[in-house]
């Protein structure tokens, strides 16, 4: 059964910065885009951005020149370093392939952007 594990999330001020891993068991990793989601609450999951497995690249419109997703396909992990954070990106963040695939969501990791 593939996991999917996001860690990195935290408490941080307007503008500050943070940087996500989501790290993937199995093997769907080396096969599959790769992506990252928020859900705010009372809001529905959005993509973020989303990575192909040779590093091709496509962010949400209100992400873009904020956020930069990676991936690092010999540890099966997808980060993504977000930076100028606003408060309107809180939010549960989670990776998950793009279109998800893993039935199974990983537990998130929380981004609170707060002064």
């Known amino acids: 059964q593939v996991q999917l594990v996001e860690s990195g999330g935290g408490l941080v001020q307007p503008g500050g910065s943070l940087r996500l891993s989501c790290a993937a068991s199995g093997s769907i990793f080396s096969i599959y885009t790769m992506g990252w989601y928020r859900q705010a609450p009372g809001k529905q999951r959005d993509l973020v951005a989303s990575?192909?497995?040779?590093?091709?690249?496509n962010y949400a419109d209100f992400v873009k020149g904020r956020f930069t997703i990676s991936r690092d396909n010999a540890k099966n992990t997808v980060y993504l370093q977000m930076n100028s954070l606003e408060a309107e990106d809180t939010a549960v963040y989670y990776c998950?392939?793009?279109?998800?695939?893993?039935?199974?969501w990983g537990q998130g990791t929380q981004v609170t952007v707060s002064s």
């Open positions: 998950n392939t793009h279109p998800p695939r893993v039935p199974h």
């Open positions: 990575i192909t497995r040779v590093g091709s690249t």
